[in-house]
């Protein structure tokens, strides 16, 4: 079981640098602090004062009716989710994407719960939006135990799938952006099997954060049946449409792999973490977490190879670093260090491709 890592590759130490609860002046900032002690805040004062100050700002600017009711039913979705995920932080999750319109004689909701099954053996659990098609093959592989749920309020569809409803393990949301946030935050893999717009919608806001360094790195499957055609199109069109024109790098299509076969998209997802752990800045350094460290021939290779994203120096092992040390994280494993140009993501992925290969 892995330890909870921030899901935003950005580093974090300083999210309490500039907030606005700095603006609030000292009579307000006393009453906050008021409020915090009332409730026995002990910690995370300043990120607490944060979102307190931001409702003081909305107050201040006489906010609509409707943007604050958008706001704090935002808030509220998210806090709710949050309590349902937090037991569950230290296990590995891979959320599973498709259409709820597939039915249970398809052989994608096969594939589905197949995948759903194995990853579940090895250990991790399965979140998906708890409806009916994909979602609920995901969840009868996975088992109701394994299973993890963020099912969205529709007035066209029933409520939750009978393998999650009634379970505490399921959060109801009204919103797709707040849902689409906890499918994608809490996880470590993601697997998209065929649907419609909202699957496509879901894999390409994937591929952005995951092209963008806007979430950890992580192992994305898109999987079809034998002879199936959904992804192969998709693959196509993003090559001969998107990729041609330059619209994004070639290197950017090492962010996915698609499969028809389950157990090659079980094989990368469980091997992405094989030898690679996580990766956190430390100022302008990304240092990469590793269970075992390339030698030093091998480094010399990866130098060479992987040059070209490094704006200075070298790929070089590093001991924890002073933020690592200060908040004990994850001190026991091996790290490398890198002035990496937090441009070339796909790149970035071949990286950890190469060190899981010397495990």
């Not at 709710?80 to 937090?86: D, G, I, L, M």
């Not at 398809?106 to 994909?134: F, K, S």
């Not at 055609?229 to 994004?248: D, I, M």
């Not at 030698?295 to 994203?309: C, G, K, M, V």
């Amino acid at each position: 079981m892995k330890e909870f890592v921030p899901p935003l590759a950005a580093d974090t130490a300083g999210v309490e640098a500039v907030t606005p609860e700095e603006e609030l002046d000292p009579r307000r900032k006393g009453l906050v602090d008021e409020l915090l002690d009332s409730v026995g805040v002990s910690t995370r004062r300043g990120l607490y004062r944060a979102i307190l100050g931001t409702v003081v700002h909305l107050a201040e600017e006489h906010t609509d009716t409707v943007d604050l009711k958008l706001a704090s039913a935002a808030l509220a979705e998210m806090a709710e989710a949050f309590k349902v995920f937090r037991p569950f932080r230290d296990a590995r999750k891979v959320t599973f994407f498709g259409s709820a319109r597939t039915l249970p004689e398809d052989p994608l909701y096969v594939q589905a719960r197949e995948l759903a099954q194995r990853m579940a053996g090895h250990g991790w659990m399965v979140v998906t939006g708890a409806g009916p098609g994909i979602m609920a093959a995901g969840m009868e592989g996975a088992g109701q135990t394994r299973s993890l749920g963020v099912n969205i309020r529709l007035p066209h569809e029933q409520g939750a799938n009978a393998f999650i409803a009634q379970d505490p393990k399921l959060v109801e949301m009204r919103y797709f952006f707040t849902r689409k946030l906890m499918l994608i935050k809490e996880s470590d893999g993601y697997a998209v099997l065929p649907g419609g717009f909202g699957t496509l919608d879901e894999s390409f806001e994937l591929l952005t954060l995951l092209q963008t360094g806007k979430a950890q790195p992580a192992p994305l499957v898109l999987l079809d049946v034998p002879q199936g055609t959904y992804w192969r199109g998709w693959r196509r069109f993003v090559e001969e449409e998107v990729t041609a024109r330059g619209l994004v790098e070639a290197d950017d299509h090492s962010l996915y792999k698609v499969t028809s076969d389950v157990q090659e998209a079980t094989r990368e997802l469980l091997g992405f973490f094989r030898n690679y752990h996580s990766v956190r800045w430390v100022g302008d350094l990304l240092v990469v977490r590793l269970r075992k460290l390339p030698t030093r021939a091998q480094l010399s290779e990866l130098n060479d190879r992987f040059a070209d994203i490094v704006v200075s120096g070298t790929i070089r092992p590093t001991k924890a670093l002073a933020p690592e040390r200060s908040g004990d994280d994850h001190l026991e494993l091996a790290r490398l260090a890198l002035r990496f140009d937090r441009v070339h993501y796909g790149r970035l992925r071949q990286l950890i491709d190469a060190l899981n290969a010397l495990a």
